[in-house]
């Protein structure tokens, strides 16, 4: 059958965008001080998953709402399933929007508000897909859903709850991330390093290590960096060095001094977690200076854990936990969070990813034996482990089939270090919406969509969801 799915998706671009601004000018940010029943996010989220369902019910989709925590707009018969996984909470938006971020505009082709293209475009994309296949009159003999989460830019409780008590799809898709396919993505857990600190004393001409922090995520690159000194050394010649330091390696920082102790703070570069690499981690760069000091011994021995096992060993080395495999690369190690306090607790937060074939409860047991000597202790926080969908599964093959035929150019499947509602499948992938070569503006401010681009998203899902599901 030859349906120019481009040309028809193109007819249904004025009605798109509208509903798009409609959807994305509600504010649904995770706020827990409007939750109720119905209402487990709180009630722009809610706000959110209603007006896709009863926008779905107007074009006689089969909808659920379950209990605010996610929903699905239904079409097709058949005992298959064939699922497409999107959310449509948001993050919070930040300052210096050019535009409200809620009051949706088209500037030079782009639709610009928050949760344009992460996630609520794409889910209006998948959304107007199902409804152009439904117009058509095409027959088909799977069941398909369009799912709506609500909380996958916090805790993933919607899809806990949502499919313990929904089916499964056999197979589908989530367009919340990069053409042309992402078939594999690293299992991402967190750690804590947690240990007491005695109270100690300065060691003569030397400083005592009061408090050192940095951080607030695991999985960003922590961007700010504080340590607090006081002790007889001496202070003019430390402040000297601090700026040599800073200056050698062209980061920003400064010394300020009080009464009784002198503070450094140190400006790294933020970035996400997955890429501890890049960015600059501020706390990496501070412990390195304080190294070369005469520190008491609680403190020197917080620092040159950080400095001997955490400093240029983005991929485990030195902590022993080095490994990788052919489809997601190398484990890495983002240090997140940072807190030492004389007399009270030090803490280290870890965001690691790994290998498909890693496991947790191995990684926990390498830490253990790492962290121990410097007075750890460890637990895991949160893990989801890697997910992988081999590149010869029907699904994998009948998207890139879908992307080469529509786009002309070639869909190699991808792997990633971050988390996608892929992994909330058990047959998974992601598809879309963003093109190679297109700007990635997701959480950021004034985050946009090409209207063209969210134009070719939708024509690919329609295609898509119809090859799946005919
Ligand atoms: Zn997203």
Request: net charge negative; glycine share 12%; charged share 30%.
């Amino acid at each position: 059958m030859g349906i120019e799915w481009q040309n028809e998706m193109k007819k249904q671009q004025e009605e798109l965008v509208r509903r798009l601004a409609e959807l994305c000018s509600i504010e649904s940010v995770l706020d827990e001080s409007t939750a109720g029943p119905g209402a487990p996010f709180g009630e722009g989220i809610a706000q959110a998953l209603t007006y896709m369902l009863e926008l779905g019910e107007k074009e006689g989709f089969l909808a659920k709402n379950v209990d605010g925590y996610a929903g699905h707009l239904e079409y097709g018969d058949g005992e298959e399933l064939i699922g497409v996984l999107a959310h449509l909470d948001v993050v919070p938006t930040g300052d210096g929007w050019a535009s409200p971020p809620f009051s949706p505009e088209v500037r030079e082709g782009k639709f610009y508000a928050r949760g344009a293209q992460d996630d609520k475009g794409p889910a209006m994309a998948a959304f107007f897909a199902l409804k152009l296949i439904k117009e058509l009159g095409l027959p088909l003999s799977k069941k398909v859903r369009l799912i709506f989460g609500t909380d996958e830019e916090s805790d993933w409780r919607d899809m806990d709850y949502y499919f313990e008590r929904e089916k499964m799809p056999d197979m589908g898709f989530t367009p919340d991330a990069d053409f042309p396919i992402i078939t594999a993505e690293k299992g991402v857990a967190d750690f804590t390093l947690t240990g007491q600190v005695p109270k100690g004393e300065a060691p003569e001409e030397g400083w005592l290590l009061e408090s050192f922090e940095a951080g607030q995520r695991f999985n960003m690159v922590p961007d700010l960096a504080r340590v607090r000194l006081s002790g007889e050394g001496d202070v003019f010649e430390l402040k000297e060095k601090y700026q040599d330091y800073l200056i050698t390696r062209r980061i920003r920082g400064y010394a300020e001094e009080s009464d009784d102790h002198l503070t450094l703070v140190l400006e790294g570069k933020a970035h996400h977690g997955s890429e501890p690499d890049k960015g600059l981690n501020a706390a990496l760069k501070l412990a390195e200076f304080l190294q070369e000091l005469k520190l008491d011994n609680a403190g020197k021995r917080y620092l040159d854990f950080v400095g001997d096992k955490l400093t240029d060993g983005f991929f485990g080395e030195k902590l022993g936990l080095a490994q990788k495999d052919e489809r997601v690369g190398p484990l890495t190690v983002n240090g997140g969070i940072f807190r030492y306090e004389v007399g009270g607790e030090q803490g280290i937060g870890l965001n690691i990813r790994y290998p498909i074939t890693g496991d947790v409860t191995s990684i926990q047991g390498l830490l253990e034996e790492t962290t121990k000597p410097f007075g750890f202790s460890v637990e895991v926080r949160d893990n989801k482990k890697g997910h992988f969908v081999d590149d010869h599964h029907p699904l994998v093959q009948t998207l890139a089939r879908v992307y080469e035929e529509q786009t002309g150019e070639e869909a190699k499947p991808l792997s990633i270090g971050g988390a996608t509602y892929a992994r909330a499948l058990d047959t998974g992938v992601v598809f879309g919406p963003l093109f190679p070569g297109s700007e990635e503006t997701a959480h950021q401010r004034d985050e946009f969509i090409m209207v063209e681009d969210l134009m070719k998203a939708a024509a690919l899902y329609a295609q898509a969801i119809y090859e799946l599901a005919k």
